[in-house]
């Protein structure tokens, strides 16, 4: 097996093409032409997620966040990129990572998001080429009070807490979701008409909503921790003999509440 043939697969699933013009999505260190042998999946390539991929003897890593986002002006051991860069080119592992190429489909992040809520009738919220977008929409199989969605979210999440702005005094039906940072899209889901937006990393000043819209900020990681198991599936099904694992350290959350 090749690095190619894994990122084949997840680029039929995710194309390049798709990611935005400020992303890093793809190969970022290896060779399409290296062996790989075993594959393990995490959301961030940490340190602690390339010393797993050594001890379990996997020689490629995917994740859902790019390990280098940005240019690197320089790579040592006492900054975390760049000790996690510094341990896979030691150890020969490939690292891939889809990221807004596998937010912008229907199928990834948001997506996940919306069947946790049992959406229906999803479509993209912000739709662009090929049928691919940011964020997606769906209804609620019923209307629910504010309260009861908060309620809702929390118990599909697996949240303790969530940052919200006023409760709606209307009925909750259409929902419009985004995985990750998705403040640049509120524009969006207010203009959708959707009475409720769930996403995460949403400041402060835009808590201040509307009457009859709200916003519910569940975290980012929480946001996009599905994708692990969907990348995960994805490469299991085309390859069911190949070694692929998910982290067992799976809970990479750089944010703690206490």
Not at 75 to 92: E, M, Q, R, T, W
Not at 119 to 137: C, R, W
Request: aromatic share 8%; charged share 20%; net charge negative.
């Amino acid at each position: 097996m090749k690095v190619r043939d894994i990122v084949r697969v997840i680029e039929d699933f995710a194309p390049l093409s798709n990611q935005e013009s400020w992303d890093n999505s793809g190969l970022c260190i290896g060779s399409p032409d290296a062996e790989v042998t075993s594959v393990l999946l995490g959301l961030d390539c940490t340190p602690e997620l390339v010393d797993e991929a050594v001890s379990v003897g996997a020689d490629m890593i995917v994740t859902h966040h790019p390990l280098i986002f940005s240019g690197l002006k320089r790579i040592a051991p006492d900054d975390p990129v760049g000790l996690a860069v510094i341990k896979a080119v030691s150890a020969g592992i490939s690292v891939y990572a889809a990221h807004t190429s596998a937010d912008k489909v229907i199928a990834g992040v948001s997506g996940a998001m919306a069947a946790r809520l049992g959406l229906e009738d999803v479509g993209i919220l912000d739709p662009g080429e090929n049928g691919a977008g940011l964020g997606v929409i769906g209804f609620l199989p019923e209307p629910l009070s504010a309260e009861a969605a908060i309620g809702l979210v929390k118990e599909r999440f697996g949240l303790k807490v969530a940052r919200c702005s006023r409760p709606s005094d209307v009925p909750i039906r259409k929902v419009a979701l985004c995985g990750g940072a998705g403040s640049s899209l509120i524009g969006k889901a207010i203009a959708s008409g959707a009475q409720l937006y769930v996403s995460g990393d949403i400041s402060y000043h835009h808590f201040f909503t509307p009457d009859g819209f709200m916003l519910m900020d569940i975290g980012h990681y929480e946001s996009e921790k599905d994708i692990v198991d969907i990348l995960f599936s994805l490469i299991r099904k085309n390859f069911p003999t190949f070694a692929v694992r998910i982290t067992e350290n799976s809970y990479s959350n750089p944010i703690f509440y206490f």
